[in-house]
């Protein structure tokens, strides 16, 4: 089949997952007001609704935000839950947000906008939802055009070529405007390519090329974006396990690594129960390394079966094995019943996640994982200038407390691994307290790892108040050296990106 036809043909594809088949119509506001009543640390669930889409504020600031850092934090996560009564049953299916934190001057400005995809520009003329997501089934919903149908731009957001990018696993990524985080819309990479999925966790490497992929049916996608933002290369393969879930992926200097969890969907399963997303049984773990020049140059590595979600970094070590590090989980139950758990506010005891660390030899394919505890962690980070390169710290939301509130899908501390010693720098922020994903903020000329700041969002049930913090990477135990409190509390996000400046 030509190239061009078959990315055409997956694009089509791509929508079956989702409309088809998600079977639970929505659930009442009515119902989640009462239970966040009982549980007010899920406020951020209540999401933000359609005439408050758009967030200014500045920020109360404590400590000193120091001269040097300077730029602008992006983050972005499902934030319109509701409408006309009605409510989505499952996290990931909100509408997307992008949250603009602005660092200058010893100030902190705030900004946020719903991203006004299509899906949401209809919905917001109709006054209801109208297309089905993940978790959740809408009658008459509009005909299925593309991926982009569904496309809720809500999982990270990063600022790359001069555009802001909202991105979205499944579909295009939109365009925002930095300035002022307006939506330009759909990015189309060649006219050939409308549509075709852009996943939402892009590695940019040290040179400043972007490097994605995007999955749909029994094909993978890898993207090749240049420092401008112009299309180098795009490649079309065949997925190792068709129809899985692949969110997350890797570079190094000479190749592409995807982990691609045995994950099945059997959304037409009661949403509140157990297993509509699960570990296929007997499945292991597959780890695609593929030639960043050629993907049909590839090795499909088996490990023992994990849920897979982010993955640390990956590199080359001197004898041309693949190093990978990633969170990996004993059951989908993130994806699973603490996604849909949250979005009725109820409490709900979760899995513990480890950091495992793959050595991949590509001669004889063998592939030792080393692992370490790490409470209840996720969203791991590394030093951004170290994509594809040996990095030793890895950071991470995480949870060690083991109170009622912080067993599921709440965090109330961050960790700083290093990989090589196995120690552990941790802070923890306390009870009544959320942690989102921190990232790591290399301070401008500074060398090494711990040279520069950790920055991150928490949501202060006690206050109802989204909180921006800085730590200092080499002192992270001392806690916040500044923080800027917002007058609002903010739905939690997902992934974002610092961009100096
Ligand atoms: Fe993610």
């Not at 509408?95 to 520009?121: N, P, S």
């Not at 004889?364 to 969203?379: C, D, H, K, L, Y």
Request: hydrophobic share 40%.
């Amino acid at each position: 089949m030509d190239r061009r036809h078959l990315l055409r043909a997956a694009a089509a594809a791509a929508l079956l997952p989702l409309g088809a088949t998600a079977r639970a119509r929505p659930a009442r506001s009515a119902d989640f007001a009462t239970a966040v009543a009982a549980h007010p640390i899920y406020a951020p669930f209540r999401g933000v609704d359609d005439t408050s889409g758009n967030i200014d504020g500045e920020a109360l600031v404590r400590g000193r935000w120091p001269e040097a850092l300077r730029g602008r934090f992006h983050r972005n996560g499902p934030a319109l839950y509701e409408r006309g009564g009605e409510r989505y049953h499952h996290w990931f299916d909100g509408d997307g947000m992008v949250q603009q934190y602005t660092i200058a001057d010893g100030r902190v400005r705030h900004r946020g906008r719903l991203v006004r995809t299509a899906k949401l520009a209809s919905e917001q003329r109709a006054g209801r939802f109208l297309v089905s997501a993940v978790g959740t089934h809408v009658d008459g919903g509009l005909p299925a055009g593309g991926p982009d149908h569904f496309n809720a731009a809500n999982t990270n957001a990063l600022e790359h070529g001069g555009r802001l990018l909202a991105l979205w696993e499944g579909g295009s990524a939109y365009a925002l405007d930095p300035r002022d985080l307006s939506t330009i819309g759909p990015v189309t990479w060649r006219p050939d390519l409308k549509q075709v999925p852009f996943s939402a966790h892009p590695k940019v490497d040290a040179q400043g090329h972007l490097w994605n992929i995007g999955t749909f049916g029994p094909s993978i996608v890898l993207w090749h974006i240049d420092p401008q933002g112009r299309l180098v290369d795009v490649q079309v393969g065949e997925s190792p396990y068709p129809g899985g879930m692949v969110h997350d992926m890797a570079v190094t200097e000479r190749h592409v690594v995807v982990p691609l969890p045995p994950v099945s969907f059997r959304i037409e399963r009661p949403v509140e129960g157990p297993r509509r997303f699960a570990l296929e049984a007997g499945q292991p773990l597959r780890i695609l390394v593929a030639e960043k020049a050629d993907l049909a140059r590839r090795r499909v590595f088996e490990l023992p079966a994990e849920m897979v979600f982010h993955v640390g970094n990956a590199h080359e070590d001197r004898l041309g094995n693949i190093v990978l590090s990633y969170v990996g989980a004993p059951d989908a139950w993130s994806l699973d019943q603490g996604a849909v758990a949250v979005m009725s506010a109820r409490p709900a005891r979760g899995s513990v996640a480890r950091v495992a660390i793959a050595t991949l030899d590509l001669a004889s394919g063998r592939a030792p994982v080393r692992a370490q505890q790490v409470g209840n962690a996720e969203f791991p980070r590394i030093d951004p200038r170290l994509n594809g390169l040996p990095a030793r710290g890895l950071l991470m939301a995480s949870g060690w407390r083991g109170d009622a509130d912080h067993q599921g899908a709440f965090r109330h501390g961050v960790q700083w691994l290093d990989t090589d010693s196995g120690r552990l720098d941790r802070y923890d922020y306390g009870e009544q307290m959320i942690v989102e994903e921190h990232i790591v903020v290399p301070r401008p000329g500074g060398r090494g790892e711990r040279d520069g700041w950790l920055l991150g969002t928490t949501y202060d049930a006690r206050r109802d108040a989204t909180v921006l913090n800085l730590l200092d990477a080499a002192h992270i135990a001392d806690g916040p050296v500044a923080q800027a409190v917002l007058p609002y509390r903010l739905p939690l996000g997902f992934h974002g990106n610092w961009a100096p400046g």
